[in-house]
């Protein structure tokens, strides 16, 4: 579904948002997106219905374990412009294998 990466808004029928895979953004295909996805997207909805503004924006967080080899493996998180965005700093190690 053809969304707005921001807002996770439908761009054919505003009334309706998609997230998880079925959107359409550049980045965000993994469920640890949903969880800053789903927020958003009611937030607007919740707006909507109110006959309000929300200001909530999706920034593109994804996160992958990545398995550098048995046993190891790297969490990289990063946004729509491949920031580093640490979501458990001091206790996940960025671009280190754990
Ligand atoms: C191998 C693999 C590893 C992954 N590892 C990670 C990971 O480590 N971390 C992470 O954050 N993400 C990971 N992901 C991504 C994550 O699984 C997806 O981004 C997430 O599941 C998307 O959730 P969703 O609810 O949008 O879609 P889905 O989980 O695909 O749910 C869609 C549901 O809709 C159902 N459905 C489809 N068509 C119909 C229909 N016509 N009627 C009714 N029901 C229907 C499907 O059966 C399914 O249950 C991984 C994905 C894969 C494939």
Same mark, same amino acid.
């Given at each position: @579904?053809?969304?707005?990466?921001?807002? @996770?808004?439908?761009?054919? /029928?505003?009334?309706?948002?998609?997230?998880?895979?079925?959107?359409?953004?550049?980045?965000?295909?993994?469920?640890?997106?949903?969880?800053?996805?789903?927020?958003?997207?009611?937030?607007?909805?919740?707006?909507?219905?109110?006959?309000?503004?929300? !200001?909530?924006?999706? !920034?593109?967080?994804?996160? /992958? %374990?990545?398995?550098?080899?048995?046993?190891?493996? @790297?969490?990289?998180?990063?946004?729509?412009?491949? !920031?580093?965005? %640490?979501?458990? %700093?001091?206790?996940?190690?960025?671009?280190?294998?754990?």
């Amino acid at each position: @579904m053809e969304v707005d990466r921001h807002t @996770m808004r439908y761009k054919r /029928c505003p009334d309706v948002f998609a997230v998880g895979d079925v959107a359409a953004v550049s980045k965000g295909k993994t469920a640890a997106s949903l969880k800053w996805q789903v927020p958003v997207a009611v937030d607007h909805l919740v707006a909507d219905i109110a006959g309000t503004r929300s !200001n909530e924006l999706y !920034n593109g967080y994804a996160s /992958c %374990p990545l398995i550098t080899r048995t046993g190891r493996a @790297m969490l990289v998180e990063f946004d729509y412009n491949d !920031n580093l965005t %640490p979501f458990f %700093p001091g206790i996940i190690a960025h671009l280190e294998e754990l």
